[in-house]
């Protein structure tokens, strides 16, 4: 099963900064899930809410601030200690950081449909000239605009949001023609992730904080899982398989334990 660090890895460093991509990316994590809103000056940039107060301390709308107002910012409010400021980072700059990041999801928080139609534009342009369509998907709980994103291009992997049950959160990502369904992991169930498998649609779960929830939904046949604590959580599973590659081969220990004929 794959391990999304939410918002970069939001229980361990300040989300969506750089500093908290990087604490992860050295400890192993390639697979990132991440929320876009558009600057004053027109660029994608990373931060969860519509205005800068919950992480920042400052006061104001995103939409404001241009992208290096928004750099220039401390983003480590209500985040776990850290020693070093950490800004609101555009997109781009998180690109230019890492050139070997397996998935990103890039989730587009819902906004006024003008500014939602730009970010629209931005994104089908940075994924296009990055040629992003194999390591990254655009996910949302705004429908209309995922539509839009296919309406520009198609190639572009794209996902729903969903955490209600209605509606039907599998009927409605497949009518939207998306690669992903991104569900609240309460939501789950063997017969959801059946259903999902049968339209060939990877089920990501979020946010899952808990190594026994993992496992649960592991045993359902969930794809991946976005957890505020990726490395804590890698390694886990990367003990697990160790531990697994360690033990004797089951056939081996039924033959040793057979009793050699007499000569």
């Known amino acids: 099963m794959i391990v ?5 890895a ?12 990087k604490h992860a990316y050295r400890q192993g994590v390639r697979h990132f899930e991440l929320d876009l809103v558009l600057s004053k000056d027109g660029k994608p940039v990373l931060v969860h809410d519509l205005t800068i107060d919950r992480t920042t301390g400052q006061k104001g709308e995103v939409s404001n601030y241009t992208a290096a107002e928004l750099a220039a910012m401390d983003a480590r409010k209500n985040a ?4 070093e400021r950490a800004g609101i980072p555009s997109l781009e700059d998180l690109l230019d950081q890492f050139n070997d990041i397996e998935h990103f999801q890039l989730e587009v928080k819902k906004d006024s449909r003008t500014r939602l139609n730009v970010l629209c534009n931005r994104l089908t342009e940075i994924i296009q000239h990055r040629n992003l369509y194999q390591t990254a998907a655009i996910t949302s709980s705004d429908t209309w605009f995922l539509k839009e994103i296919r309406r520009r291009n198609k190639r572009i992997r794209t996902g729903l949001v969903a955490e209600r049950r209605f509606p039907r959160p599998i009927g409605q ?5 998306c690669e992903y369904l991104c569900i609240n992991w309460k939501l789950c169930s063997p017969e959801l992730v059946e259903n999902a498998r ?13 190594i ?15 957890t505020d604590y990726p490395t804590s ?16 081969d089951r056939n081996e ?5 057979e009793t050699l004929p007499a000569s």
């Open 198 to 210: 049968r339209k060939e649609m990877h089920v990501s779960c979020w946010t899952v904080n808990r």
């Open 253 to 257: 220990m039924a033959a040793g334990n």
């Open 233 to 248: 959580t890698r390694m886990f599973f990367d003990n697990r398989a160790r531990a697994a590659l360690a033990l004797p």
């Open 212 to 226: 026994q929830d993992m496992l649960r939904l592991e045993a359902m046949g969930v794809d991946s899982v976005i």
């Open 80 to 83: 776990s200690p850290w020693p």
């Open 10 to 21: 939001k229980g361990e460093a300040p989300e969506n900064t750089l500093p908290g991509f």
């Open 173 to 177: 990502a497949a009518r939207l023609g």
């Open 4 to 8: 999304y660090g939410h918002r970069g």
